[in-house]
């Protein structure tokens, strides 16, 4: 075990970068589904009715719950896809970043408003 | 001098995990800035470390933000008054759509905050796990750092809009109300 964690310490290159593309891509899915069903939830009163988990919080508590679900089950499902495989980790960071930035910009009212 | 329990709560989700994450935010840059500039395997080593740790923090400070927040602040905020209320002071989201002019601070201002804010939590444990978990690729890829620092940029301007919006609204229309706590019960008279 400890031989292991000696030899990625000091090859750092056998260690696959799978789980790390696993966790950027996921968090970048998460955030941009919180954006979209904020959206969709502004479209439809009856969805908005359904994402009401919580009375005293009204649909955030939805919004939020299903969006962290989905970020987790994401990061679940592209962990095991990806944990022996090296990808090409600049693509799927921009990729990450861009999904990230759109959601900043989805959860403003008045652009989310334009879709 | 007394303090409401409510108020009290905004101000330990406000002033304490929410300014607290941003105020480290700084700090978390110039320590993936640092990575840029390796100066020597073993600080590397111990760098990684530490960096994984700080960012795990800041996600602690993140989660207890918006969990306070959504789940105790908020409901305060969102509580409707009973019909036939004149004065709508003790309910925020009511007293801001009431008026023309104060109706944005709710529409664009509490509206953007309560889901921007659930975007720095998701950013920043991201950020965390694979500085604990890759800390040695992190010293060798230049594509996670740049990746890392980025969610890092992302996840403060993110804080900083709910942040600016929290405090705005607490100007415009504060969340107040429960239990009197008092602070300090007599002084300089």
């Given at each position: 075990m400890?031989?292991a964690?000696?030899?990625?310490?000091?090859?750092?290159?056998?260690?696959?970068?799978g789980p790390?593309?696993?966790a950027?891509?996921?968090?970048?899915?998460?955030?941009?589904?919180?954006?979209?069903?904020?959206?969709?939830?502004?479209?439809?009163?009856?969805f908005?009715l359904?994402?009401?988990f919580?009375?005293?919080?009204?649909?955030l508590?939805?919004?939020?719950?299903?969006?962290?679900?989905?970020?987790?089950?994401?990061?679940?499902f592209?962990?095991?896809l990806?944990?022996?495989?090296?990808?090409?980790?600049?693509?799927i960071?921009?990729?990450?970043?861009?999904?990230?930035?759109?959601s900043?910009?989805?959860?403003?009212?008045?652009l989310?408003?334009?879709? | 001098?007394?303090i409401?329990?409510?108020?009290?709560?905004?101000?330990?989700?406000?002033?304490?995990?929410?300014?607290?994450?941003?105020?480290?935010?700084?700090?978390?840059?110039?320590?993936?800035r640092?990575?840029?500039?390796?100066?020597?395997?073993?600080?590397?080593?111990?760098?990684?470390?530490?960096?994984?740790?700080?960012?795990?923090?800041?996600?602690?400070?993140?989660?207890?933000?918006?969990?306070?927040?959504?789940?105790?602040?908020?409901?305060?905020?969102?509580?409707?008054?009973p019909?036939?209320?004149?004065?709508?002071?003790?309910?925020?989201?009511?007293?801001?759509?009431?008026?023309?002019?104060?109706s944005?601070?709710?529409?664009?201002?509490?509206?953007?905050?309560?889901?921007v804010?659930?975007?720095?939590?998701?950013?920043?444990?991201?950020a965390?796990?694979?500085?604990?978990?890759?800390?040695?690729?992190?010293?060798?890829?230049?594509?996670?750092?740049?990746?890392?620092?980025?969610?890092?940029?992302l996840?403060?301007?993110?804080?900083?809009i709910?942040?600016?919006?929290g405090?705005?609204?607490?100007?415009?229309?504060?969340?107040?109300?429960?239990?009197?706590?008092?602070i300090?019960?007599e002084?300089?008279?």
């Amino acid at each position: 075990m400890s031989a292991a964690r000696n030899t990625n310490v000091d090859s750092p290159e056998l260690v696959p970068n799978g789980p790390a593309a696993a966790a950027i891509l996921s968090a970048g899915i998460g955030s941009f589904a919180m954006a979209l069903i904020t959206v969709l939830a502004d479209r439809s009163a009856a969805f908005k009715l359904l994402l009401t988990f919580s009375k005293p919080v009204g649909p955030l508590s939805g919004v939020t719950t299903i969006a962290v679900v989905l970020w987790i089950a994401a990061w679940i499902f592209l962990d095991l896809l990806w944990k022996r495989r090296d990808l090409r980790l600049a693509s799927i960071g921009w990729v990450a970043i861009v999904l990230f930035a759109l959601s900043l910009l989805l959860t403003f009212p008045p652009l989310g408003d334009l879709l | 001098m007394e303090i409401t329990s409510h108020s009290f709560w905004t101000l330990i989700h406000g002033m304490g995990f929410g300014a607290l994450y941003l105020l480290a935010g700084s700090g978390a840059l110039i320590e993936l800035r640092h990575r840029f500039y390796p100066s020597g395997a073993n600080q590397d080593r111990t760098r990684g470390r530490f960096l994984g740790w700080y960012l795990a923090a800041m996600a602690a400070l993140a989660w207890l933000t918006v969990l306070t927040g959504t789940y105790l602040i908020y409901p305060w905020y969102r509580t409707p008054p009973p019909a036939g209320t004149a004065n709508l002071a003790a309910y925020p989201r009511a007293f801001l759509l009431a008026h023309p002019s104060t109706s944005a601070w709710h529409s664009i201002g509490m509206e953007w905050k309560e889901h921007v804010a659930w975007l720095v939590p998701i950013a920043i444990t991201m950020a965390a796990v694979v500085a604990i978990r890759h800390r040695n690729q992190l010293a060798h890829s230049v594509s996670l750092r740049v990746t890392l620092q980025s969610f890092v940029v992302l996840s403060l301007v993110a804080a900083g809009i709910a942040g600016f919006f929290g405090a705005m609204l607490d100007k415009a229309a504060p969340v107040d109300g429960g239990a009197q706590i008092q602070i300090v019960k007599e002084y300089g008279k």
